[in-house]
């Protein structure tokens, strides 16, 4: 705290609660008053950034507020803080209508409103009643709340003022445990979660919302999913009408996993790259394939169609990949000598299914699990130079194994560009116009599912 200074400042009548900016950090006020024995008002802020504070709230003995950090408080002069402007003075100069006709008039309904220059860094100060708001706000469908420092019991608090709302995304927000929502969020379609630290076993809270078509998930640390409705290889009654599954950046490593994503009868694209999943042979097309046939009603995987020819080849390779397992676990060419155990059915529920469309595995077409070896895990990749178009292309045959700084290393005894300055991306001859950065050095070539014939793009500053 500073000396004694008598400044009142300009503080508005309603300021605890509002957002702050004190010499470029963010803050949320929490209180405003005297703290003796200094003269003079002064704001006690909490920071969204803890290592900026102090104190818990308190002076000499006296708690003036709290807050979540016990360093994460400050007490400052008014002068010294900025309350910006506010929503509706932002929404004006953006839209240029009339905020005192909002709530008189369906100004909301005639246009789309966009949360441009709200997109991070942002707390927003919730009202006691949210459900008196709902006639200002009934006609929004598309509302964007990225990186608000939100939790998911807040933004249900808050739902009942968006009955109509249809794409919601909360990415980045403070967003855990999930709980179901009641009477609000029904008429969603879309919802991004991504960016949140998600628990497991709370995403099932959603499973009710009857329109949702789209839910996004990636990056929040999801490991397991399960829908225990029904057994292996049934149709669960969650998410009845999700078609579209966003898991990218996750810890999935388990199979079974897979086989419970193949529970929603609904669901016809997924994505799901750099996760833990790998096949035996370590091998990133082995890996789709065991996708493609262990989720049978699947149209896209990763962005990209999935043609008649690649599932008849990935539930034949099945077929034969697992078969010599499945005669050691019972089955039998003779349908009614068939019986295999209730293991292999609950690690393969797929099986049944696939020997039904195509027939048992003859002995001569087994596969057998061979070692991984070197062999089995080199993929070709051209190094193209977007940025030097008179430099010709670099054709080489990688392990895919190979750690993205060793690829940079071989780069630099080609190029002599120094590692520090190499910015890689690549390119999928599946995936037209799209462009995936590689940007983590100690990951795999795998781990970005770079598959044999990849485009890697070199770029250096």
């Not at 994503?261 to 669901?267: D, E, G, I, M, R």
């Given at each position: 705290m500073g000396g004694d200074q008598t400044s009142t400042g300009d503080v508005p009548t309603d300021a605890v609660g509002r957002r702050v900016s004190c010499d470029g950090e963010r803050a949320t006020v929490r209180y405003v008053g005297p703290v003796p024995p200094t003269a003079g008002l002064w704001l006690g802020v909490e920071w969204d950034n803890p290592e900026r504070g102090k104190h818990d709230g308190s002076h000499k003995g006296v708690q003036y507020f709290t807050c979540g950090h016990p360093k994460g408080g400050s007490f400052v002069r008014p002068e010294k803080a900025s309350f910006g402007v506010d929503f509706l003075t932002a929404v004006q100069e953006y839209y240029m209508f009339d905020t005192e006709k909002v709530f008189e008039e369906d100004v909301v309904s005639s246009r789309t409103l966009e949360f441009i220059g709200f997109k991070s860094h942002n707390r927003l100060h919730f009202p006691s009643d949210p459900s008196a708001h709902r006639h200002a706000f009934s006609s929004i469908k598309v509302l964007s709340l990225i990186n608000c420092a939100l939790t998911w019991p807040q933004i249900l608090d808050c739902a009942s003022m968006w009955p109509q709302l249809e794409d919601l995304c909360v990415a980045q927000n403070n967003i855990t445990e999930l709980q179901r929502p009641v009477e609000v969020l029904q008429s969603l379609r879309m919802l991004d979660l991504s960016g949140n630290a998600l628990v497991d076993d709370s995403v099932l809270s959603l499973a009710a919302l009857p329109r949702l078509e789209n839910l996004r998930m990636s990056t929040t640390g999801l490991s397991v999913l399960r829908f225990?409705?029904?057994?292996?290889?049934?149709?669960?009654?969650?998410?009845?009408?999700?078609?579209?599954?966003?898991?990218?950046?996750?810890?999935?490593?388990?199979?079974?996993?897979?086989?419970?994503?193949?529970?929603?009868?609904?669901?016809?694209?997924?994505?799901?790259?750099?996760?833990?999943?790998?096949s035996s042979d370590k091998n990133a097309r082995t890996t789709n394939q065991l996708l493609i046939a262990k989720l049978g009603q699947l149209v896209f995987l990763n962005n990209c169609k999935i043609l008649p020819e690649d599932r008849r080849g990935a539930e034949l390779d099945y077929i034969k990949m697992f078969g010599e397992e499945w005669l050691k676990a019972g089955g039998h060419r003779d349908p009614q000598q068939s019986h295999p155990s209730t293991q292999f059915t609950s690690q393969h529920p797929c099986y049944q299914s696939l020997i039904d469309k195509y027939g048992a595995p003859e002995e001569g077409e087994l596969k057998k699990q061979r070692p991984f070896a070197l062999k089995n895990q080199l993929i070709n990749i051209t190094f193209v130079f977007p940025d030097d178009p008179d430099r010709k292309p670099i054709q080489k045959k990688l392990p895919v194994s190979m750690v993205v700084q060793k690829v940079k290393g071989l780069l630099y005894r080609l190029l002599k560009i120094p590692v520090a300055q190499l910015k890689l991306s690549y390119t999928n001859s599946k995936i037209v116009g799209i462009e995936i950065e590689i940007d983590r050095d100690l990951k795999p070539l795998i781990f970005y599912s770079i598959e044999d014939g990849d485009e890697v793009l070199v770029r250096w500053s």
């Open positions: 225990d409705d029904v057994p292996p290889g049934g149709k669960s009654s969650a998410f009845p009408a999700l078609k579209t599954l966003y898991l990218e950046d996750n810890n999935i490593s388990q199979w079974c996993v897979v086989d419970e994503l193949a529970k929603l009868q609904s669901l016809v694209s997924l994505t799901c790259r750099r996760n833990r999943l790998v």
